[in-house]
């Protein structure tokens, strides 16, 4: 969480001022799904799914190469 709110130029959590956010800003709550001594687990679900990786410019410099070194 502190590295989102980082990414944003926001203020970050210690585990006091986190515990304060999250019993008066509902804001907070409803973002988290849990939290205790090992850290916090946002609401959301499953991982984030990487798009597949793009081979074109991998392709290109590969012909690019065997071109040159013909």
């Not at 210690?14 to 799904?33: G, K, Q, W, Y």
């Not at 074109?56 to 065997?66: F, L, Y």
Request: hydrophobic share 35%; glycine share 6%; aromatic share 6%.
């Amino acid at each position: 969480m502190n590295t989102l709110l980082q990414n944003v130029g926001a203020e970050q959590f210690n585990r006091d001022s986190f515990v304060e956010a999250f019993n008066s800003d509902t804001r907070v709550r409803n973002l988290v799904n849990n939290f205790d001594e090992a850290g916090v687990t946002l609401k959301g679900g499953q991982e984030p799914e990487q798009e597949p990786e793009d081979k074109t410019v991998d392709k290109m410099a590969d012909r690019a190469t065997a071109n040159a070194l013909k």
